[in-house]
């Protein structure tokens, strides 16, 4: 799977949305863009993902650059309940079901 | 539906014994994955089993092994510990094999410590 890079931290106010910036230069035309968060003392959890099109749920929205290289995660209004470590994830579903996580960011709400 | 779940979710061990962690997927789900996490290493995948086979292996010595029974749930077994394996060995099962798009749904993780 192809890399991803991510800021180590990112601070946020409460009730402010928050981006989350992941860039994955060498992305192939059959990788899918994942999100996945991690909260303290738990085993990560699903946020988000999508392929080419911006894609939005009750957790998150995700917005994909045209070419692809970059995306960012959006949190619409920031909890405390949203401070953990962000993880994106290229998948090609065609190598199974394995995840190849980097570093993440670790968001900091403050209240 | 019941989440993913781990047993045990916390055991010591010394050095040179061996150790055998368990997870049960989702009911419906036949595909498991095992993963490391450590401070120094992050999450690390270690192997994945669909329908009882493996499919997928990570970087990891031959120590670490596991298997699939026909109801799905997994162990995994770590023979002659070392220190360095004291981490949280997380378990994460999916309903499909192979998807790019599908999701994985996480266990709270064992945390085992050698001494």
């Known amino acids: 799977d192809a890399k991803t890079t991510q800021p180590n931290s990112m601070e946020s106010n409460e009730e402010e949305p928050v981006h989350l910036p992941c860039n994955h230069s060498?992305?192939?035309?059959?990788?899918?863009i994942h999100w996945y968060r991690q909260l303290p003392s738990q085993g990560p959890e699903y946020v988000i993902h999508?392929?080419?099109s911006n894609v939005n749920n009750r957790m998150a929205s995700l917005a994909i650059a045209e070419d692809r290289k970059s995306s960012t995660l959006i949190l619409h209004r920031a909890t405390l309940r949203d401070a953990a470590v962000y993880y994106c994830?290229?998948?090609?579903?065609?190598?199974?079901?394995?995840?190849?996580f980097g570093t993440g960011t670790s968001l900091t709400v403050i209240p | 539906k019941a989440g993913v779940t781990q047993t045990p979710r916390y055991l010591i061990k010394t050095r040179g014994q061996q150790v055998t962690l368990s997870c049960s997927p989702i009911?419906?789900?036949?595909?498991v994955s095992w993963y490391q996490q450590t401070p120094g290493q992050g999450l690390q995948f270690l192997f994945e089993?669909?329908?009882?086979?493996?499919?997928n292996k990570g970087n990891f010595p031959g120590r670490f092994s596991g298997r699939q029974f026909s109801n799905s749930r997994s162990e995994m077994n770590v023979s002659t510990l070392e220190l360095g394996d004291s981490a949280l060995y997380l378990c994460?099962?999916?309903?499909?094999?192979?998807?790019?798009?599908?999701?994985?749904?996480f266990g709270p993780g064992t945390r085992l410590t050698v001494l």
């Open positions: 994460a099962s999916s309903s499909l094999a192979g998807a790019g798009f599908n999701e994985q749904f």
């Open positions: 060498t992305i192939s035309g059959t990788d899918y």
């Open positions: 999508g392929l080419t």
């Open positions: 994830i290229l998948r090609d579903g065609n190598t199974g079901n394995q995840f190849y």
């Open positions: 009911s419906g789900h036949r595909s």
């Open positions: 089993y669909f329908s009882e086979t493996q499919r």
